[in-house]
């Protein structure tokens, strides 16, 4: 899990570095889609999952 949330915020940086502001909102969807389903054997605690996607959405909120 760790590779597929590191490489969307990658993604919405480099996004962010140009500008691309609707790309990087949707890296940040991404990254939390992966944390609201993730595959076995990837696991993270219901505590920094919610804290993860809370602050993932209130950054793509403050994009778009």
Known sequence: ??????????????????????????????FVEHLKRPRYPDTVSDTARE???DRATTVSLSLS
Do not use: Y
Request: a positive charge; zero cysteines; charged letters at 20%.
């Open 1 to 30: 899990m760790v590779p597929k949330l590191t490489h969307a915020l990658d993604q919405a940086q480099g996004h962010l570095d140009r500008d691309q502001l609707a790309q990087a909102v949707k890296a940040f969807h991404r």
């Open 51 to 53: 804290v993860l996607i």
